[in-house]
């Protein structure tokens, strides 16, 4: 985990997204390629969007924007992939939030040796904390759907890969 000083604070880079937030010297996530300071903000989004009880599951794009950012490091390939698909499927596709779940169900019943995915070399515009900090509501969904384009566009070397596998074990 990078540190830098800004102005007499402590601040922490996030290796997935490389966001440098205030640093609160928390342990990185053991899940994914983030400061823990980057993981609390993760956890805030998903408390806000789970409150809502949308009927589309938005809050899966938030799923798949967040581990595909920070893949790398301790992310596991399964997660990468399942949330590369996931970006296809409503970025490109139009799928619901319900309808990516059940695309992941589907891809879970079938064994797979996930390749090891080599992540964008990229400082991104959009993060977790750009979401929280637009206007909760229409404008923060907005700000997800953004977010969850940029990070799907930055995976471009992966785009054949994940087209392939969403035709060949999804629609047959």
Same mark, same amino acid.
């Given at each position: 985990m990078r540190r830098y000083f800004r102005m007499g604070n402590l601040l922490v880079e996030s290796p997935g997204c490389k966001r440098k937030l205030p640093s609160k010297n928390l342990e990185p996530c053991d899940r994914y390629h983030a400061s823990g300071e980057c993981w609390q903000l993760y956890g805030e989004l998903t408390v806000y969007?789970?409150?809502?009880?949308?009927?589309? @599951? *938005? !809050? =899966?794009?938030?799923?798949?924007? %967040? +581990?595909? =950012? !920070?893949? +790398? +490091?301790?992310?596991? &390939? *399964?997660?990468?992939? @399942?949330?590369?698909? +996931?970006? %296809?499927? &409503?970025?490109?596709?139009? %799928?619901t939030g319900k309808q990516v779940q059940k695309a992941h169900m589907k891809l879970a019943k079938r064994r797979h040796d996930w390749p090891r995915f080599e992540p964008p070399h990229q400082t991104y515009s959009l993060t977790v904390f750009d979401v929280l900090r637009a206007e909760p509501g229409k404008k923060r969904d907005e700000m997800l759907k953004a977010w969850a384009e940029e990070v799907w566009k930055s995976w471009e070397h992966y785009h054949d890969w994940v087209r392939t596998i969403c035709h060949q074990w999804l629609h047959r």
């Open positions: 969007n789970m409150s809502k009880n949308d009927p589309d @599951f *938005i !809050h =899966q794009l938030a799923v798949d924007a %967040y +581990g595909a =950012q !920070h893949s +790398g +490091g301790v992310t596991r &390939s *399964i997660t990468t992939a @399942f949330a590369l698909v +996931g970006l %296809y499927l &409503s970025v490109e596709c139009g %799928y």
